[in-house]
């Protein structure tokens, strides 16, 4: 039967089939490029009929919730004025640059549940990152149970992902952990960026620990280790710099790492990533000595603050409001104080 159909077959169609076969054989056709590798699935995932349009988002950090009574340490009016209008700000999600109690005592985390309450009422997506304050009093076993207790759908995680839709990735890392070649984190960050869904337009990045910041100025008569060397950019996290700009010129996708830790607000443009430092969410400020890489050249201080991102069609668009502290440091009004927009590719 098989005889028969191929001897009724025309001989010039054998001989196209024949040089087909002969081409495949020998090489002499574009290579088929391999499949992409699966997007790797975030840890919590916010869908897009979920998300207002535009997109909204915000961060800050380094509240240091902690009794009303402590003035020094963390500034109670600044903090709740902060809290609240983030509340009034209605944001699609809220994240947390690290050092949300001002120790990792029960005592501390109970004064952030009074004060943000107003965050749970409207049902706030909280997604925190872990500070060198949570640390703070406590052994690292307790003090992370009690940080899970705070945020239990964290539980039995230091760092994690969120999608945001489909257009942003967030990584929410810990700077009290390796980040150095070879570590658990930095494998992690390296899959989850290796494995990046083809749609995202935004990744970003969140830690305590900033990669790229200003020294900080040491005040009239403070010694040698006040928090100018103790706030000096480290190893570790200089060394996810080095990993994330030459990867930047790779990618479609903006990186944008926020951090804080820095009691300011700062900004800078790097191989292709943008670097914030957003530490003023009512912890004790820290000057700082800005040099020409920052982009935020104000020499008004303090700057209590919070950042707002707009995810638009192709631009990101982010905001520093800071907020308006009087002589007799009452907390006054918001103003945006900083505005850039980062261009997007299109999807």
Known sequence: MHRTIRALLPPLLLLAGCRHLSSELSGDHDPIPPPPPPAVRATFVVTPEALPSPTTFIVYGDMRFTSPTEVEASRPAARQALVARVAAEQ???????????????????????????????????????????????????????????????????????????????????????????????????????GGLDARVQVVLIVMHHPPLAEPVAVPPGSSSGGPSSSHAVRPNEAALAEYLEPLAGQMSARIVVVSGHIHNYERFERGGVTYLVSGGGGAKPYPVERTPADRYQDPDFPNFHYLRFELRARTLVGEMHRLEVGPDGRAGGFAVRDRFELSLAAR
Do not use: K
């Not at 076993?141 to 995680?157: M, Q, S």
């Not at 230091?158 to 810990?174: H, I």
């Not at 570590?183 to 899959?191: F, G, L, T």
């Open 91 to 193: 944001p699609a999600a809220l994240f947390l640059t690290g050092d949300v109690p001002f120790h990792g005592v029960s005592e501390d985390y109970q004064v952030f549940r009074e004060e943000s309450r107003e965050w749970r009422r409207q049902q706030l997506r909280v997604y925190p990152a872990l500070g060198n304050h949570e640390f703070y009093q406590c052994a690292v076993p307790v003090c992370l149970d009690r940080w899970w207790t705070a945020f239990p759908e964290l539980h039995g995680r230091r760092w994690y992902s969120v999608a945001l839709g489909t257009r942003l990735e967030a990584l929410m890392l810990d700077s009290n952990a390796p980040l150095t070649p070879g570590s658990e984190q930095r494998e992690w960050i390296e899959e989850q960026l």
